[in-house]
């Protein structure tokens, strides 16, 4: 129960975004409740406002839950940012490959966005892009312009989002950009199936264990990592939403030999629609958790290299949920590889699994302490305390981290209304972590969260002092 939890925030995040046939507005009516609080060219401020010290504040901009403002006004982004900046963040992470694939800026090897489906209000439509000027240096420019650090962020083994609600479906991978082997291949309750076909719904991605795939997305990296970011980050580093099901094709069968030193005994190595762990582990299945670990990992260092070979100043960094008693269903081992893994969860992790940890890949990394608005403060996973100072000891020092809540999707927090736990969120997370991480600018905006995070900003700047 807990793995589809974690995923929901995954599938609740359409109902914040999105577009229309019909170019939308900022001043266009928005969700429900929704409070406007800034139109382009309103009241001039300080172009460089005086962000304190202390730690980083990390505020997430999701491509589609923002595109109506951002995708067509340069005047709104640096307005915003302005916003931001004077809030007391230090840091904008900006979603600039979402989930369909395409991405927001001039790229050789990817198609470009054109359109972001969201929802606005009860309808679910599509946001069109008409500017030609550079998404993400836009964002550069108005935050570096106020101080902020910028930090551009990926979804990293997607290539389409099959439509939903009788949208068209977006992607590569629809348009024949990426071939459709490379995307994942799926033990379903059907049998083995890719991640794309006929009628799919949702998010497709592709086989982290296929070079191809890999060597694209580390084209991409090298792109983004000529622009003047402070950072990049991966988002979605991981094998798809289907979990334990996920890969089996030729080439993850072909490199698990080759892991095993011989043939697996069964393939796959779980029965069709596994969902769950089933209640015997062989060591061959205990394996296959590691080498999905490995593959990941091994990923993770090669774009972390291939990052620092075009700009070594550009930090690097990787997005995760903060579940990790359960985050092995995505295959992705996040800790320190000096923590011993398979001595607190042995029912998933053997000897090895532990080597394939990469934090210590990383510049950084930002947490998703996604619990509920009423678990803030705990020691156990799923509060939003507990999740922070866990990581500490799963992280060893390897790298910094911020953690912090999803603030629309998360129980508790989806009708807004919580400004008064934002200053508790801000107290839990910051002091249990090397700094502050927000999902996502536009739930500030839509619930006006903005008073409420400047207050707990000038509250634990003051309390640096006392």
Request: glycine content about 8%; some cysteine.
């Amino acid at each position: 129960m807990k793995r589809l939890t974690a995923y929901l925030f995954l599938i609740l995040m359409l109902v914040y975004c999105t577009p229309a046939v019909q170019p939308v507005t900022p001043a266009e009516e928005t969700n429900p409740g929704e409070k406007q609080t800034d139109t382009p060219g309103g009241e001039e401020k300080p172009d460089t406002p005086d962000i304190p010290e202390g730690k980083p504040r990390y505020v997430w901009i999701d491509a589609s839950a923002n595109f109506r403002y951002f995708a067509n006004d340069k005047a709104y982004i640096a307005q915003e940012m302005r916003k931001v900046a004077n809030t007391g963040f230090t840091d904008i992470v900006v979603d600039v490959r979402p989930t369909e694939g395409t991405v927001l800026w001039h790229s050789s090897i990817a198609p470009e966005a054109r359109r972001l489906a969201v929802w606005i209000g009860s309808s679910y439509r599509f946001v069109e892009r008409t500017a030609t000027w550079d998404y993400l240096q836009a964002f550069i420019d108005a935050g570096h312009a106020v101080g902020l650090r910028v930090h551009a962020a990926i979804n990293t083994f997607v290539c389409g989002y099959g439509g939903m609600y009788g949208l068209e479906s977006e992607g590569p991978v629809f348009i024949g950009d990426i071939p459709e082997e490379w995307t994942s291949l799926d033990n379903t309750s059907d049998g083995l199936r890719h991640s794309y076909y006929s009628g799919v719904k949702g998010t497709v991605f592709m086989n982290p264990a296929n070079d191809d795939v890999q060597n694209y997305v580390i084209g991409l990296l090298k792109e983004l990592a000529a622009y003047d970011v402070d950072g990049i980050v991966l988002d979605r580093c991981r094998y798809s939403d289907a979990g334990l099901q996920s890969d089996f094709s030729d080439e993850s069968k072909q490199k698990f030999t080759v892991y095993l030193g011989h043939s697996p005994s069964s393939w796959p190595v779980f029965a069709p629609g596994t969902e769950d762990l089933p209640s015997v582990m062989s060591e061959e299945r205990l394996s296959w958790m590691a080498f999905r670990a490995k593959v990941i990992h091994d990923f993770v260092e090669k774009a972390a290299g291939a990052v620092h070979s075009v700009n070594p100043k550009v930090n690097f960094g990787v997005y995760v949920g903060a579940w990790y008693s359960t985050y092995y269903t995505s295959g992705v081992n996040w800790a320190s590889p000096r923590y011993q893994t398979h001595k607190a969860y042995p029912r998933w992790a053997n000897s090895d699994y532990h080597n394939y940890g990469f934090a210590d890949h990383c510049d950084f990394m930002l947490l998703g302490c996604y619990a509920a608005a009423n678990s803030v403060y705990g020691t156990s996973e799923w509060t939003m305390q507990g999740f922070a100072s866990r990581a500490k000891s799963l992280l060893m020092n390897d790298t910094v981290f911020a953690g912090g809540p999803d603030i629309g999707n998360s129980t508790g927090w989806q009708d807004g209304g919580r400004s008064d736990i934002i200053p508790k969120t801000v107290d839990a997370c910051i002091n249990a972590a090397d700094g502050y991480f927000v999902f996502d600018l536009c739930h500030i905006r839509m619930y006006d969260y903005w008073d409420s995070y400047k207050n707990a900003f000038t509250d634990y700047i003051n309390s640096l002092t006392n």
